[in-house]
């Protein structure tokens, strides 16, 4: 019953209809549903629209957990497929810029998706500074951004920018040759 009431909500917005004209309402009766049935599982259109955008979400990747350097190649590439997809996808295209315009949901989403993922790459760097591959005074959160950033940049804010294969490798190659301590000789 939920799929369908997620499918529901997708099939209205591939439709074009804004987040404003979503009522509970129209989406019961796009999904086949009683209204009842979706206020059981959430509480307004908000909270059904955060887990429509997670249901358009790709799974997190399972990093390969060799070394630092390859789970962060593998963290941006699951950026630059993700960004490959929304620029393909009207659908998630409209919902994102839907989602930025209602504070409740952003905020939702930025706790559901964006803080976990986060939360992956901080451990990421946690274990490279652990083991020898990062320099110790460098600023995790900053460094975080550094490699996310580029990524983030031509994916959401330069629409017409490449994003070519091999991507991920060239900024974490990138920015750890000045991150590495000086002594190293990793690539």
Do not use: C
Request: zero cysteines.
């Amino acid at each position: 019953m939920e799929r369908a009431i997620i499918e529901g909500v997708m099939q209205l917005l591939e439709e074009g209809v804004p987040l404003a004209e979503l009522s509970i309402e129209r989406v019961a009766r796009t999904a086949g549903v009683g209204k009842a049935t979706i206020y059981r599982r959430w509480s307004g259109k908000e909270e059904l629209f955060v887990d429509v955008v997670r249901a358009a979400e790709p799974p997190d990747p399972e990093l390969p957990g060799t070394s630092m350097r390859d789970d962060l190649v593998v963290l941006l590439e699951s950026l630059r497929r993700r960004g490959l997809a929304t620029r393909s996808s009207v659908i998630l295209h409209n919902v994102y810029a839907q989602m930025k315009s209602s504070p409740r949901i952003w905020a939702a989403y930025h706790a559901s998706v964006i803080a976990p993922r986060r939360a992956i790459g901080m451990d990421v760097l946690r274990r490279g500074l652990r083991d020898g591959e990062l320099r110790p005074d460098v600023d995790l959160e900053l460094v975080n951004d550094m490699f996310v950033g580029p990524m983030l940049v031509r994916s959401v804010m330069r629409p017409d920018a490449e994003l070519p294969e091999g991507l991920a490798e060239e900024i974490v190659d990138t920015v750890l040759a000045g991150l590495r301590p000086v002594s190293s000789t990793a690539p």
